[in-house]
């Protein structure tokens, strides 16, 4: 009787200890859930840059994409907790790319990002037209 009383201790602190294993597990396993945040602005006057592509890759695969909001801020949720890179793209400024530490965080803000118009930008463009 006394084993059979010991036996069933046992398994039943085996199935406890298994179970909170297994949910510590679990929580170790869901690390989707980082955001990445922030403001893009025109380098020469701090207006806010909006209709920009925001890529999220992870050793060059896609796995997140967004568009800028109208005021410049931008946010893309449920990335998981490791190096990533982020690519900002507008056909009006230079591609910017960043790399995000994601590891030991569930989030990472930016801040304000310049973003620069290339040189090669035309402020004029005339045409004539002979007849």
Known sequence: MKKSVYFLMFVVIALITTLMSLKNLNQRIDVHGATVSGKLIEKNNNLAVNDALI?????????????????????????????????????A?????????????????????????PVTVLEELIIFVKR
């Open 55 to 91: 890529t999220v890759s992870d050793e060059g695969k896609v796995i997140a994409q967004t568009t800028v909001e109208k005021d410049g801020t931008f946010s893309v949720e449920n990335l998981p907790n490791k190096m990533l890179d982020l690519s900002i793209e507008n056909v």
């Open 93 to 117: 400024y230079t591609t910017v790319n960043k790399t995000i530490d994601l590891v030991n965080t569930t989030s990472f803000n930016f801040g304000n990002i310049s973003l620069e118009m």
